[in-house]
């Protein structure tokens, strides 16, 4: 856990300093770079994104009763998606866009047992872990809030609704008996931050936003001992993007 704090904590202030660097050669630079974009009533781009994603879990009231498994506990774990970009203009402060993107993210719940589970990879340990890979299809539609434009550079804040597909729930592994089963179909809230820095030919937009699923995505089995412990299972993830736009 230190390690993971540690490695963020760089992580954020590597962009730090890259958004600081870039928002002083935008605000800057001798040229107001694209200056008939904001007049444009419509522009695409496409986003490559990072992100940290976990589940959020309740327990079952079966959790206080039972003695076979100790805790039940999600774990963060990253992915990465591809996405394409289209932006609408409605007047001088506020934009909407959607931005559907094939998400690839694994998310994880850490079991630990009062004994060992002979059917598990490693048969003497009390400690297993359930994961679940995903291949997601989210079809994010947000509203754009945008601040003045300071020469080459602005900021915006957004927020909005989200539905997503999970492509890979029909797989095999992931209707195993012993796997911890997971809807198909999520939807939830996101809200962000992101900032815009103009090039010459493009628009580069770094962008910090938090996605929180609303739906109860588990599948519960009162027969299996790591689904019947637990009773919501929501998904929550923190996405790091860049958008590159024209």
């Not at 995903?134 to 809030?145: G, I, R």
Request: proline residues 4%; charged residues 20%.
């Amino acid at each position: 856990m230190l390690y993971l704090r540690r490695t963020q904590k760089a992580g954020l202030i590597l962009l730090t300093l890259l958004f600081s660097t870039l928002g002083v050669q935008a605000q800057f630079g001798k040229e107001l770079n694209l200056p008939e974009h904001d007049a444009k009533p419509y522009y695409f781009g496409i986003t490559l994104a990072g992100n940290m994603a976990r589940f959020h879990t309740e327990q079952h009231p079966y959790f206080l009763s039972q003695d076979t498994v100790y805790t039940a506990e999600p774990i963060n774990s990253g992915g990465f998606g591809l996405g394409l970009l289209a932006t609408a203009r409605l007047n001088h402060r506020f934009e909407v866009r959607f931005n559907p993107t094939l998400i690839f993210m694994e998310r994880s719940i850490q079991y630990r047992l009062k004994y060992a589970d002979p059917f598990e990879d490693d048969p003497n340990s009390t400690l297993v872990t359930k994961k679940v890979e995903s291949v997601m299809t989210s079809f994010p539609l947000q509203l754009k809030f945008r601040s003045d434009r300071i020469h080459n550079f602005r900021v915006y804040m957004l927020g909005g609704v989200k539905l997503d597909y999970d492509l890979a729930s029909n797989a095999k592994a992931r209707q195993a008996d012993n796997m911890i089963r997971i809807g198909k179909i999520d939807y939830g809230i996101e809200a962000g931050l992101g900032f815009n820095f103009y090039f010459q030919s493009f628009i580069f937009s770094p962008e910090i936003k938090i996605s929180n699923g609303q739906r109860n995505m588990h599948d519960r089995n009162a027969n299996l001992k790591y689904s019947n412990v637990i009773d919501r299972i929501q998904s929550r993830m923190i996405v790091f993007s860049i958008h590159l736009e024209g």
